[in-house]
């Protein structure tokens, strides 16, 4: 058990279609990140809420949207992705700023788009 | 601009052997925290160890040592006594004061022989 809890696991979807990632921690953290990782590219930050409040969005194109509707709980809505977009998404929180242990990471979500 | 540098796209090692993982680094700021994370096959990112900039000694958790060399600008990971559960990738990351963007190398994948 990381602290940090993603659903799903593992996501197949369509590129008309609608779904979101939730990322949920209890430990405390005040600001939450999504993560996405592709083969063979380093981790790329995407959004970034501190105190719930968005504080960087990394050129994200529009077809992600990210939701905070409090410390504890983090949402990435996805519509119309593009099959590029298929990585595995990474949901993490800290403390602002982070302390010595930096992020704690979920295990993330898998997507796959056809 | 600050980066890392992992030089290492692969390593063998073989089981109870030890392996040191490359990491240098560039920034001209004084004030920062680097961080070691593993990765295995399910995705999660494990968070291993962390050394200050100020820090005088280096980092040590268990079998893992961080041997920080801040003249060279360099933070190498050292893994004693490998275990075949070592075999993952491994990410070297950075973050700065007052910033809440942890940055990484591009990972170096380990593989334990038996």
């Known amino acids: 058990e990381t602290g940090v809890t993603q659903t799903p696991r593992h996501l197949v979807m369509g590129m008309t279609n609608k779904k979101s990632l939730k990322c949920e921690q209890h430990?405390?953290?005040?600001?939450m990140y999504w993560y996405k990782q592709s083969a063979k590219k380093p981790l790329e930050l995407m959004f970034v809420?501190?105190?719930?409040?968005?504080?960087e969005n990394n050129s994200v194109p529009s077809r992600f949207s990210p939701e905070c509707p409090n410390s504890s709980h983090l949402f990435l809505h996805l519509h119309t992705l593009q099959p590029e977009d298929s990585a595995l998404y990474l949901c993490?929180?800290?403390?602002?700023?982070?302390?010595?242990?930096?992020?704690?990471f979920g295990s993330g979500t898998r997507l796959t788009v056809v | 601009a600050q980066k890392i540098t992992q030089t290492q796209p692969g390593m063998f090692v073989q089981e109870k052997e030890a392996v040191t993982l490359d990491c240098t680094y560039d920034t001209s700021d004084p004030s920062y925290g680097l961080f070691w994370y593993k990765q295995p096959s399910s995705g999660e990112m494990i968070f291993l160890i962390y050394q200050g900039s100020y820090d005088q000694q280096n980092a040590t958790e268990g079998r893992y040592s961080l041997n920080f060399q801040k003249a060279r600008k360099s933070a190498n990971l050292v893994i004693s006594a490998s275990q075949l559960g070592d075999s993952a990738m491994y990410f070297c990351a950075m973050s700065f004061n007052n910033d809440y963007k942890l940055s990484f190398g591009a990972g170096t994948t380990v593989t334990v022989r038996a």
């Open positions: 430990l405390g953290h005040n600001a």
């Open positions: 809420y501190s105190l719930e409040e968005r504080v």
């Open positions: 993490a929180s800290s403390q602002v700023p982070p302390a010595g242990n930096g992020y704690t």
